[in-house]
């Protein structure tokens, strides 16, 4: 996919502040169907901090797209990006709304992202086709950070030496990887697999928030009505 392509979009994260999210979710609720309150609260209460990526300079929309859905379907809640050369995007059609749910948290540098992961105590593993892990055991890392590579050039050096270990997806055929995208949602799955939710519950209403104003028709309006909303 071309990265000039006008469906490539750069996620960002349009979160209000704890005092914001309370007077939205105050406004709002009562105009959100029960249904629709329930699903998003139900989602978000499964939704996991102990897991993250580090992707490392991405380049192809598509497969930033699809890391970022398949984020979502497993409930990890936060996506680190080194950018390095060029900005972080990802195709709106690929990833179907699911960057709304997923904070990208852009970094200039590897030193950037590094410093976030060791703030919050995440182990750094990094994918690797002779990795000396197997995917079954990322689920027992308490917290974990997964760090893939560029599509080409894989994961830099400065990235790759603080890792604590590497993690194989086991191959049976002649091809010796796989697509960027493809290896992210295999480990997921199974560095997710068994995790209760664990997402602080701040955290939680902001995304409720955010859940409700894409939800309530014409929220944005009503929001300005009341002097919320800029």
């Known amino acids: 996919m071309r990265r000039a392509s006008p469906e490539c979009l750069r996620p960002v994260r349009a979160a209000a502040g704890v005092a914001d999210s309370e007077i939205i979710i105050r406004i709002l609720e009562p105009l959100a169907t029960p249904e629709r309150r329930q699903r ?3 989602v978000l209460a499964a939704r996991l901090e102990a897991v993250t ?3 490392d300079s991405p380049h192809d929309p598509h497969n930033a797209a699809a890391v ?3 984020c979502d379907a497993f409930g990890v809640s936060r996506v680190h990006v080194v950018e390095r050369h060029e900005a972080f995007l990802a195709s709106h059609a690929v990833a179907k709304g699911s960057e709304r749910w997923v904070e990208t948290v852009v970094h200039p540098n590897a030193a950037s992202a590094l410093a976030a992961t060791r703030a ?3 182990r750094l593993i990094a994918t690797h086709p ?4 197997e ?3 990322l689920a027992s890392v308490p917290r974990l950070a997964l760090v ?3 599509e080409h050039g894989g ?6 030496a603080a890792c604590h270990s590497r993690v194989r997806v086991p191959m049976r055929g002649f091809v010796e990887s796989l697509n960027l995208s493809v290896s992210a949602a295999i480990l997921l799955c199974f560095a997710t697999a068994g995790r209760p939710g664990d997402l602080p519950v701040a955290e939680q209403r902001k995304l409720y928030a955010r859940g409700l104003v894409q939800s309530v028709p014409r929220a944005e309006d009503i929001l300005r009505a009341s002097g919320v909303w800029p």
């Open 148 to 150: 893939i590579g560029n």
């Open 40 to 42: 998003i609260q139900q």
């Open 68 to 70: 970022l859905r398949s």
């Open 53 to 55: 990526l580090i992707l």
């Open 155 to 160: 994961i830099e050096p400065d990235l790759s």
């Open 135 to 137: 995917p079954s055991e």
């Open 120 to 122: 919050s105590g995440h």
């Open 130 to 133: 002779t990795g000396e892990l």
